[in-house]
């Protein structure tokens, strides 16, 4: 699958200094639009203070970052409202059901009625779950809970979904139709920013940023990473990374 070559997040000398600490040193990135971009790193490598930053929770201390084509000083609202976020918890509340969540969320992202009830319904019968909307979400197994909470997480059609670690505590096959939800949704132009510690999802990325102590230390295609380091898996890339 090839990515339009719009730019949809676009980062420049990024930095972000808590104190005397440098959290992200310098990143310069960008991603197109339809892309699966892998950010990965170790723990305490700046992921998620950049991913803070590209959703708009934080401002970067110095530097020129743009998310949908909105400036990430003056404009975060609109970046929040343009984006979806999907977390390693799942983001569902688990004492309401499948529709209540979808309901609830679209909601927040200012959807009418009939646009919540016409997106849940076109989710639900894409997930073959459209007999489950009114199942309290703690009664459905874990990997249904994930597929849900991504639709929930796309309900108002965004430019970008975020999904930190996303399959965390799920087998290899569910994580497996997982990314086929993923890629059927950047087929149709969705951009998914994706942080990962499973090396084997790594290899399912469009690009791959790997960040050590807060410097990306490299960034291209799995295949080219794997040449250039002369590793036969990401796994050994990272490796050889992380402890550089």
């Not at 790997?210 to 380091?229: H, N, Q, W, Y």
Request: glycine share 8%.
């Amino acid at each position: 699958m090839q990515a339009n070559q719009t730019k949809i997040i676009i980062v420049e000398n990024l930095v972000k200094k808590f104190g005397s600490f440098i959290a992200n040193d310098n990143l310069t990135f960008d991603v197109a639009k339809g892309e699966i971009f892998g950010f990965l790193g170790a723990n305490g490598a700046g992921k998620t203070t950049a991913m803070k930053i590209l959703c708009g929770l934080s401002h970067p201390s110095s530097g020129r970052v743009t998310v949908a084509g909105y400036d990430i000083y003056s404009q975060t609202e609109k970046i929040k409202r343009s984006i979806g976020y999907m977390s390693q918890k799942f983001s569902l509340y688990e004492d309401l059901t499948v529709y209540e969540n979808f309901r609830f969320y679209g909601g927040i992202y200012g959807l009418s009625r009939s646009m919540i009830l016409d997106q849940t319904q076109r989710l639900l019968s894409r997930l073959g779950m459209s007999d489950y909307k009114d199942r309290v979400i703690k009664t459905l197994p874990l990997g249904w809970k994930q597929k849900l909470a991504f639709s929930v997480a796309i309900i108002h059609k965004p430019a970008i979904v975020f999904l930190d670690e996303p399959t965390g505590g799920v087998d290899p096959v569910t994580r497996r139709q997982f990314w086929d939800l993923i890629y059927e949704n950047a087929h149709e132009g969705l951009t998914v920013f994706i942080t990962t510690h499973y090396m084997d999802e790594a290899e399912y990325c469009n690009r791959l940023s790997i960040m050590v102590d807060g410097r990306i230390k490299a960034l291209d295609t799995p295949s080219a990473l794997k040449e250039r380091f002369s590793c036969n898996s990401m796994q050994e890339v990272f490796i050889r990374l992380a402890r550089n």
